[in-house]
Nanobody, 130 residues
Framework: QVQLVESGGGLVQAGGSLRLSCSAS???????????MGWYRRAPGKERELVAL???????NYADSVKGRFTISRDNARNTVYLQMTSLKPEDTAIYYC?????????????????????WGQGTQVTVSS
């Protein structure tokens, strides 16, 4: 199996910065490729919302609330996606989740089946104090 593991969350003062990372772990050799990768967040009492997406070709989309402050990037060789967060605000406080559309091959044979798996990380807490 393949899992997504996030790191980099924590407590920071308003105006500060944090960098989140998310890497695929587990049976890495079963990964044929990773399509879109992204970050979502869920603030207390609110629905989960999209923060940023990056396609395998590098196309990027941001939520309006984070444009100009957050930067998403990816390292395909490391199966990793990053979220650089600057000028953090108290309203950015949330659990941040990594998501990836991972193409997995089930078996070593050439004809082994391949399918796309929508994968989520366990979440990492980001708290911004005022």
């Amino acid at each position: 199996q393949v899992q997504l593991v996030e790191s980099g969350g924590g407590l920071v003062q308003a105006g500060g910065s944090l960098r989140l990372s998310c890497s695929a772990s587990g049976r890495i050799r079963s990964i044929v490729g990773i399509n879109t990768m992204g970050w979502y967040r869920r603030a207390p009492g609110k629905e989960r919302e999209l923060v940023a997406l990056i396609s395998s070709g590098g196309d990027i989309n941001y939520a309006d609330s984070v444009k100009g402050r957050f930067t998403i990037s990816r390292d395909n060789a490391r199966n990793t996606v990053y979220l650089q967060m600057t000028s953090l605000k108290p309203e950015d406080t949330a659990i941040y989740y990594c998501n990836a559309d991972i193409r997995i091959k089930y078996g070593a044979a050439v004809e082994s089946p391949v399918s796309n798996v929508d994968s989520w990380g366990q979440g990492t807490q980001v708290t911004v104090s005022s």
